[in-house]
Structures are given as C-alpha cells and as structure tokens.
C-alpha cells in the first residue's frame, strides 16, 4: 500500500501461531460465523451495536464474508477470523477496516472474542499476528483503537500491545443502542 494505487493486492492472508489461525473466512464456510455469533450473542452484546435478526443467519454471513474478501481485494479492509489451528472453531475475529492510503497509511481495529476463550491470552496473540501482518505486509504506518472506559479488557489488552491512548472521545459510537464514549489509542508501526 505504500506504493499507491499500481501495489498489488497480496493473496488472502492465512496467518499461523502457535494456538491459532486468521485468515479471511471464505463464504461456503458461513457457518462457522453463524455458530460464533449465536454462541456469544449475550456475551457480545454490550460491546457491539444492535443486531437484527438478519445479523445471526447463514445468508447474512455468506454476504458478508464475501463483501470482505472483495473489500481485501480493494484494499478496503482486513476482517480476520481467529480459529484453532485445525479451523474447525471460530473464537473470534479481528477487523482492521477504514484502511487510508496516501499520506496517513492507517486503519481502525476492531475485535471480539468468544466468552469460553476469554482470559487465556488468544486475542493478545491473534492481534499480534494481526498487527504484524497489517505493518509488515499491508504496510500501514498506524493503526487506531477506541474502547469504551469501562472496558478493563479492552484497555489491559490494548496497553500490552503497545496502544498509546491518545484522547477520549465523547458520545463517539451507538452500541448496544446507547451512544457511548471512547478512549482513542493507537500503535504505531516500529519500523517506520
């Protein structure tokens, strides 16, 4: 992407570590998405904005999975998912979207992981491998995150990886139904 509009696009990325595998989810395996996101729709619900119907069924996920590959393919955004190494088993995903070429080279990221793999470090890892695939392959130059103040989690997990907190952002996105603060963070790529 540092090379402007004439870079070509890389091939769908399939990152490995040593618990996990993110890869774009293709759309014959909606299912996958439909099991995560119906598993965790309480757990979720607080941190995300409100779903329809529509959100928790196979259609709707194979749409959307093949709206992010094409998305891939424009260089508009990375929505990964994070599985097990046999990728039998969705445990989250981690989106790195509104992707800005040219002089800001930057994206946002969002993510969300299931409640039974909370507290075991997988979304420490899988962002990593995220965060690294996004710098040195996508080459971005930053990439920003915002949670909500009360988010311990968030915030814990964020600071690990080396997120600065930038500024608080009021009213800053409607989730759950209810606009919401933010605490605005980024990280910004190393070698740059």
């Known amino acids: 992407m540092k090379n402007g509009p004439t ?88 989106n790195f979207t509104f992707i800005q070429k040219g002089t800001f080279l930057a994206c946002q990221l969002g993510y969300a992981l299931a409640e039974k793999h909370q507290e075991q470090g997988i979304m420490a890892e899988a962002l990593k491998a995220g965060i690294d695939y996004m710098f040195n392959d996508i080459g971005l130059h930053r990439i920003m995150a915002n949670y909500m103040p009360h988010n311990d989690r968030s915030a814990r997990v964020l600071e690990r990886l080396g997120f600065v907190v ?24 190393p070698a740059d």
Not at 15 to 26: A, G, N, S
Not at 30 to 37: D, G, L, Q
Not at 69 to 77: I, P, Y
């Open 7 to 94: 870079m070509k696009t890389p091939p769908l990325p399939h990152i490995q570590t040593d618990r996990l595998t993110l890869k774009l989810l293709e759309p014959c395996n909606a299912e996958f998405m439909v099991n995560f996101r119906v598993e965790n729709k309480q757990h979720l619900m607080p941190w995300e904005p409100l779903r329809s119907a529509e959100f928790y069924t196979l259609g709707f996920w194979e749409m959307q999975l093949r709206h992010a590959v094409q998305e891939f393919r424009e260089q508009h955004c990375v929505c990964l998912v994070i599985m097990d190494t046999d990728e039998t088993e969705v445990y989250g995903v981690c």
């Open 166 to 189: 930038e500024g608080k952002a009021k009213d800053y996105l409607r989730i759950n139904g209810r606009w919401e603060d933010h605490i605005l963070t980024s990280l910004v790529n």
